[in-house]
């Protein structure tokens, strides 16, 4: 069974960083295609970072390479290191997994499992 788990969420100031958690179960996360999403109320899903399934990783431009992921083999969990954050990164983040191989999409439709979520609110 299929399972995320994020954590790691929470308050920091502008200029701050956050390490984000996702415990997965059920996925062979060296070859899995799991992405971190994050979404503002009223406005789309989007793709942060991505790894693809042959374990590179994609990148959103407009994160400009603060954000990057990190793989626990041992532990089956991925994360998601956030650096230099700035307000407008503030939303909910989910981390995604999609059970057709291949490379990264910012379609969520293409990711059928889904964490809860884990806030991060950024204040300036």
């Known amino acids: 069974q299929v399972q995320l788990v994020e954590s790691g969420g929470g308050s920091v100031q502008t200029g701050g960083s956050l390490e984000l958690s996702c415990q997965t179960s059920?996925?062979?996360?060296?070859?899995?295609?799991l992405a971190w999403f994050r979404q503002v109320p009223g406005e789309k899903r989007q793709m942060v970072e991505c790894y693809n399934d042959d374990g590179t990783q994609q990148h959103r431009k407009e994160i400009q390479g603060r954000f990057t992921m990190a793989k626990d083999l041992d532990k089956k969990i991925i994360y998601l290191r956030m650096n230099t954050l700035k307000p407008e990164d503030s939303a909910t983040y989910y981390c995604?997994?999609?059970?057709?191989?291949?490379?990264?999409?910012?379609?969520?439709?293409?990711?059928?499992?889904w964490g809860q979520g884990t806030q991060v609110t950024v204040s300036s």
């Open positions: 995604a997994y999609s059970i057709y191989p291949g490379t990264c999409s910012d379609n969520p439709a293409v990711y059928r499992y």
């Open positions: 059920g996925i062979v996360i060296t070859t899995a295609l």
